[in-house]
Nanobody
Framework: VQLQASGGGLVQAGESLSLSCAAS????????MGWFRQAPGKEREFVAA????????YFADTVKGRFTLSRDNGKNTVYLQMNGLKPEDTAVYYC???????????????????WGQGTQVTVSS
């Protein structure tokens, strides 16, 4: 399984970005997916997660109300729409696949076993 994240860039505070995560393989639709981010000198933190069927999403309190998450299982792709960006959203963003089909969504990096390469998001004030 390979995950390819894209869509990062440099924006001003208040603007929007849309990240995509394209997955290889035939089992994409069977797994919950997550997004995490890591700022310099900080630990990787949970951003959002979506169930395998796209019906339920979960967000960190820091992004709730500003970010939305969706997926297209026909295209093996997950989309993270980020609105109202703030300088504190600056980080490398990673998509990840849950390690088990049986587990629920998780906020913990240890519960994901496939990771994309990351895409840089920089928000200037």
């Amino acid at each position: 399984v390979q995950l390819q994240a894209s869509g990062g860039g440099l924006v001003q505070a208040g603007e929007s970005l849309s990240l995509s995560c394209a997955a290889s393989g035939r089992t994409f639709s069977q797994y919950n997916m997550g997004w995490f981010r890591q700022a310099p000198g900080k630990e990787r933190e949970f951003v959002a997660a979506i169930t395998w069927n796209g019906l339920t999403t979960y967000f960190a309190d820091t992004v709730k109300g500003r970010f939305t998450l969706s997926r297209d299982n026909g295209k093996n792709t997950v989309y993270l729409q980020m609105n109202g960006l703030k300088p504190e959203d600056t980080a490398v963003y990673y998509c990840a696949r849950r390690s088990s089909m049986l587990g629920g969504v998780s906020r913990y990096p240890k519960d994901y076993n496939y990771w994309g390469q990351g895409t840089q998001v920089t928000v200037s004030s």
